[in-house]
């Protein structure tokens, strides 16, 4: 058994290492609101991001609003493409002009917050796994010292079990600087019944699928991963029109 867990971690590895190549760079933000500013927020953050589309280039983020969960109010996922894009002197004197226009509206607006850039799917991954969504899973992780790779591995291999049930499988985004979250995982569903049928699997079709993606059995899914965490934050959260 630990044989066959170490080739499927293998392969896990390589699959992680493929998609790296396709990978582009965003920019997360959990957002806060101040008391009683959330739809505010929401409409200041829509005009931003118009705003930031048009003058600068910024492709259209994936946005999404808190529904329970974690403490954040809004997550906003940008597209960067990469550093040289989002640091290119041209687009680089237009974002701090927007920001100088909107700073004062959004320090009334925002009680907290955090940012952290992020390596992740390509567009088109993103876009054929969360357009048209209502809801979202949202998990977060800090690794444990030395588990930084076997975290995303983990990750990995909760996919392929996904992928092997017929579930939506995971968007996975790791972290490159920013706030302290190692990786966290965006699961995209259409809507609260669609999210719950992962509950409701034939135990024998996902022991088997448990053990072809590399976990001693499907209870052990979940154990398995808090050996790798130090801590971990789960959101639900819904799609903003």
């Given at each position: 058994m630990r044989k066959l867990c170490w080739i499927v971690m293998m392969f896990a590895c390589a699959l992680l290492a493929g998609a790296q190549g396709n990978e582009i760079l965003y920019k997360a933000s959990l957002i806060q609101?101040?008391?009683?500013?959330?739809?505010?927020?929401?409409?200041l953050e829509k005009k931003i991001a118009a705003e930031s589309e048009k003058a600068a280039g910024y492709m259209t983020p994936l946005w999404m609003r808190h529904s329970q969960g974690d403490r954040w109010d809004l997550l906003i996922i940008s597209p960067l493409g990469s550093y040289a894009d989002y640091y290119g002197q041209e687009r680089a004197a237009k974002r701090?002009?927007?920001?100088?226009?909107?700073?004062?509206?959004?320090?009334?607006?925002?009680?907290?917050?955090?940012?952290?850039?992020?390596?992740?799917?390509?567009?088109?991954?993103?876009?054929?796994?969360?357009?048209?969504a209502g809801l979202f899973h949202v998990e977060m992780f800090q690794a444990l010292p030395g588990k930084h790779d076997e975290l995303i591995h983990q990750r990995v291999m909760e996919n392929s079990f996904s992928q092997a049930m017929k579930l939506?499988?995971?968007l996975i985004f790791v972290r490159d600087q920013g706030a302290a979250w190692d990786v966290f995982t965006v699961g995209?569903?259409?809507?609260?019944?669609?999210?719950?049928?992962?509950?409701?699997?034939?135990?024998?079709?996902?022991?088997?699928?448990?053990?072809?993606?590399?976990?001693?059995?499907?209870?052990?899914?979940?154990?398995?991963?808090?050996?790798?965490?130090?801590?971990?934050?789960?959101?639900?959260?819904?799609?903003?029109?």
């Open positions: 609101a101040a008391p009683g500013k959330l739809l505010e927020l929401i409409d701090e002009k927007l920001q100088g226009e909107f700073r004062s509206a959004l320090q009334q607006d925002i009680a907290w917050q955090e940012d952290v850039f992020v390596h992740g799917p390509p567009l088109e991954a993103l876009h054929k796994s969360c357009d048209g939506p499988q995971n995209c569903y259409r809507n609260l019944k669609h999210y719950a049928e992962g509950s409701d699997l034939p135990p024998a079709d996902a022991q088997a699928a448990a053990k072809a993606a590399g976990f001693e059995s499907a209870a052990q899914i979940g154990p398995y991963l808090r050996t790798l965490i130090s801590l971990h934050r789960d959101t639900l959260a819904v799609a903003i029109k």
